[in-house]
C-alpha cells in the first residue's frame, strides 16, 4: 500500500485505526495481538509498513522476528487477500487479473490521463448476476461477493506502486448488492488505514433502490452515477433485468430528494446504442425525466458510446461517432448538462461492460455455475 500519492487521502488526521469490520484481515491480526498480549504499537508498525509496500510479514523489520514468524504461521506468509494471475497494458491503461485466496477471478483496472490524474476501475464482485444484456461481466453469472479485504485489496496492492487519485466502483459486479460493500467504504474512508476521502470515489449502481437510499445517507460526499440507458421503463427492463424490481424512477426520486437536500451534482450513464436508445423520442424522455427534477441543473448526463469489440448481443451495435457528438449536443440544447464519457482500453477489454470479456472467450467451453440475483 504505496501511499505516496497524496492527493487521495483524507486530512482529517491518522492515528490508531477505529473499530474495523470483524472479519477484516487487520481486525483479525489486531485481535490476534491483542490476545497474545503483544504491545499496541507493533499492530501500527505492521499497518505502516503494509502502507509503504510491504508484502509479507518477513519483510516488515520493524517487527521482532518471532513476532514475524508467528504472524506467518498462523495468517500465511503474506496478508494480501488477492495475487496477480495476469497483467495487460494499453495507451494510458492497465489491466490486471487478480485471484482470491478461494481462486475466484476479477479484473481492476488503471487509467492514466493525460493531465496526469490516475483513476482505478474497482471490482466489488466476481461475476455478476444482474444479467444486463450489453455487459460481458454479467454473461458469468455471479461466482461470488468480494469481502473487504477483497476490495481494498485491489486499491492498496503494492503493485500499483502508488494510489490511484481517483476510484471507481464500475468494475465488475454491482456493488449496492453486495453486502460487504458498506463495510468496505468504512475501511477506505477510516483515518489511519485507508483516509481515502469521500469525494474521490464513485459509485455507479443500476439502482438498487434500498441501499442507493443507504449510501446517500451514510456517505453523501461520495459520487454517484446511475445507469440509466432508456427513459422508458419496458425497454429497461431489457437491457437492465432489474428495473422490474426496482424501477428507474424510484432511483432517481431518490437522487432527486439527494440532490435537492445536499446540493451535490449527481451521474446519469447512458450506453448510447445504434437503432434501440439513440432516436429523437428517446432523448426527448431523458430531457423531460431530466427536467422534471426539483434541481436538474445537478443531474448531468455521460453519454457512453456502445462497445461492440466483444458483442453481447448481435443486434447491439456501436452508434457513429458523429451521431453521438450530435446526441450530446442535443441534451445540450434543451438545457441539459451532458458530456460524451471518454474510454480507454477498449483493446485489452478494459473499456464499459468488458471486463473479464477476453476470459470469457477463452473459457465459454468450460462448466461455470452461472447464478442470477435478480
Not at 25 to 38: A, C, G, H, T, V
Amino acid at each position: 500500500m504505496n501511499h505516496r500519492n497524496s492527493n487521495i487521502r483524507n486530512q482529517e488526521g491518522s492515528g490508531m485505526l477505529p473499530n474495523l469490520p470483524p472479519g477484516s484481515i487487520l481486525m483479525k491480526i489486531r485481535d490476534y495481538l491483542e490476545e497474545s498480549n503483544i504491545p499496541t504499537f507493533r499492530f501500527q508498525q505492521l499497518v505502516n509498513s503494509l502502507q509503504h509496500g510491504r508484502e509479507k510479514f518477513e519483510e516488515i523489520n520493524e517487527l521482532p522476528k518471532t513476532l514475524r514468524e508467528q504472524l506467518s504461521e498462523y495468517f500465511g506468509q503474506t496478508p494480501l487477500p488477492l495475487k496477480i494471475v495476469k497483467e495487460q497494458s494499453a495507451e494510458q491503461v492497465r489491466k490486471i487479473l487478480f485471484e482470491t485466496r478461494s481462486g475466484a477471478q476479477i479484473e481492476t483496472v488503471m487509467s492514466q490521463y493525460r493531465a496526469g490524474w490516475t483513476s482505478m476501475c474497482v471490482s466489488s464482485q466476481s461475476g455478476c448476476g444482474l444479467g444486463c444484456s450489453f455487459c460481458a461481466t454479467g454473461t458469468i453469472g455471479l461466482v461470488r461477493n468480494l469481502t473487504e479485504d477483497e476490495i481494498c485489496g485491489q486499491i492498496f496492492h503494492p503493485h500499483w506502486q502508488a494510489l490511484p487519485d481517483s476510484i471507481a466502483f464500475m468494475g465488475m459486479g454491482e456493488a449496492l448488492m453486495n453486502p460487504h460493500f458498506f463495510s468496505s467504504l468504512q475501511v477506505l474512508t477510516a483515518a489511519g488505514y485507508g483516509g481515502i476521502s469521500s469525494r474521490r470515489i464513485t459509485v455507479s449502481t443500476v439502482g438498487v433502490a434500498p441501499k442507493l437510499e443507504q449510501l446517500v445517507k451514510e456517505y453523501p460526499q461520495v459520487n454517484i452515477t446511475l445507469s440509466v440507458h432508456s427513459p422508458f421503463s419496458e425497454q429497461r427492463t431489457e437491457i437492465i433485468p432489474l428495473e422490474k424490481r426496482y424501477p428507474l424512477t424510484e432511483n432517481l426520486s431518490i437522487l432527486d430528494r439527494y440532490t435537492n437536500t445536499v446540493r451535490r451534482k449527481v451521474y446519469l450513464a447512458y450506453l448510447l446504442i445504434k437503432n434501440v436508445n439513440d432516436s429523437n423520442e428517446h432523448l426527448n424522455a431523458l430531457v423531460k425525466m431530466i427536467k422534471s427534477c426539483s434541481r436538474p441543473k445537478l443531474f448531468h448526463v455521460s453519454v457512453i458510446p456502445y462497445n461492440d469489440s466483444f458483442k453481447m448481443d448481435s443486434s447491439y451495435q456501436a452508434p457513429a461517432m458523429e451521431h453521438v457528438l450530435k446526441f450530446v449536443s442535443q441534451l445540450k440544447q434543451h438545457g441539459v448538462h451532458a458530456t460524451r464519457r471518454q474510454q480507454f482500453g477498449a483493446s485489452i477489454d478494459a473499456a464499459c461492460g468488458q471486463l473479464y470479456a477476453s476470459n470469457l472467450s477463452q473459457d465459454m467451453d468450460k462448466p461455470m455455475e452461472r447464478k442470477k440475483t435478480v
